[in-house]
């Protein structure tokens, strides 16, 4: 239970930071309601079922009353309460704790608390999926903002098969990297990434819950794509030049987000089992002939440098049996041509290598110069 709690502390904190607080005093919070499950198209009472009042302020946190419900389902508390607090009320039932609509005292509130039976196999799905991409930018990475809603719309709640099993996977796109939960029903702390794997630990309840993902995606990934849910896909470029295809996805009127303009393609519903597929061909194919055309540059230099040191040691009279076997001139061109441009998707260790065998290449013809002269 107090993890379950410590779950939701941190948004219940927020709310108390953002929310025009009371100054501290007394006050009565009356704090009753009812605990049903799901029945097929119905709901039962739960009796006996756990309850629990709990209070987060800004200094503390934790359980301050507890009883059972009666054979109707219902509870009350009724206490004195800090009016700076938030207080909320928790059923647990088949071992998940269900949390109910917060409340600041002074007041009553009156709730009805749905709590289900567990199943690894209650059928939870993609029901809408907002997706927003953004140019790259100097990490040589776009950020994208993943928004999911989960749909459970059976009777009981989702779970894995096992501790070690999570309740809900989703693929994300092949080459995601960083990703992170923002904020939304799920805690992050209940979502693990694996790769470009995303897993859910936290039960899923019947109903929908939303959750917000941020992950990058590496300018290399030039077609990424997106499975599509089963209601409503918007897919949503800052970036222009790209294009869109896939799930059933139509251009439609872009928006204006804090004076940034949207592209933007909406599918309502998306084609079943499709994917959404969004090409940068026009900056990709325009960056990437940069970089050939760097590297072209490059070459005709380590080609031009390798006439000219040869043309020098024939007039120096060096003949084939006195040159070095190696030009640390072209070794250092020909180096830096297969690095340009990637320090955003080398891996730490590689690039001090390569910046200290640039060093030594770079000292060694700094010495063939001075020996030379």
Do not use: C
Not at 146 to 162: A, E, K, M, Q, W
Not at 311 to 324: F, H, I, L, S, V
């Amino acid at each position: 239970m107090a993890a379950s709690l410590r779950k939701v502390a941190p948004a219940l904190g927020l709310l108390l930071l953002l929310t025009s607080a009371p100054a501290r005093g007394q006050g009565v919070i009356t704090a009753e309601g009812r605990i049903v499950r799901v029945a097929g198209a119905d709901t039962l009472p739960v009796a006996r079922a756990d309850v629990t009042l709990h209070r987060i302020s800004r200094s503390m946190q934790g359980a301050v009353d507890s009883a059972q419900t009666g054979p109707d389902g219902l509870f009350r508390f009724r206490r004195t309460a800090d009016t700076t607090a938030v207080y909320l009320v928790s059923a647990r039932y088949a071992g998940i704790e269900y949390f109910g609509t917060p409340l600041r005292p002074p007041g009553r509130s009156d709730l009805v608390l749905l709590v289900s039976d567990t199943s690894s196999t209650a059928p939870v799905r993609l029901g809408a999926r907002r997706v927003i991409v953004r140019p790259p930018d100097e990490s040589g990475t776009r950020l994208v903002v993943d928004l999911l809603s989960l749909r459970n719309d059976g009777p009981d709640t989702r779970i894995g098969r096992d501790s070690m099993t999570p309740s809900w996977l989703l693929v994300l796109p092949a080459g995601a990297r960083q990703a992170e939960v923002q904020e939304g029903d799920v805690s992050p702390t209940a979502v693990r990434f694996h790769g470009d794997t995303m897993a859910v630990l936290a039960p899923i309840g019947p109903g929908e819950k939303n959750v917000m993902v941020s992950y990058r995606l590496p300018m290399g990934v030039a077609a990424p794509a997106w499975s599509a849910p089963v209601d409503s896909f918007d897919m949503m470029l800052e970036e222009e030049g790209a294009t869109v295809s896939g799930a059933g996805l139509q251009a439609t009127a872009p928006m204006v987000v804090m004076e940034t303009t949207l592209r933007r393609w909406t599918a309502n519903p998306p084609d079943p089992g499709a994917e959404a597929v969004v090409r940068f061909g026009d900056s990709t194919d325009g960056r990437r002939r940069m970089l050939l055309w760097l590297v072209g540059v490059v070459a005709l230099g380590v080609s031009g440098g390798a006439v000219i040191a040869w043309r020098r040691g024939q007039a120096g009279g060096t003949g084939g049996g006195g040159q070095e076997a190696t030009d640390p001139v072209g070794a250092l061109a020909r180096l830096d041509a297969e690095y340009a441009g990637r320090r955003a998707e080398v891996e730490p260790e590689e690039w001090t290598r390569y910046e200290a065998e640039r060093a030594h290449l770079k000292s060694a013809a700094l010495a063939r110069g001075r020996t030379r002269r």
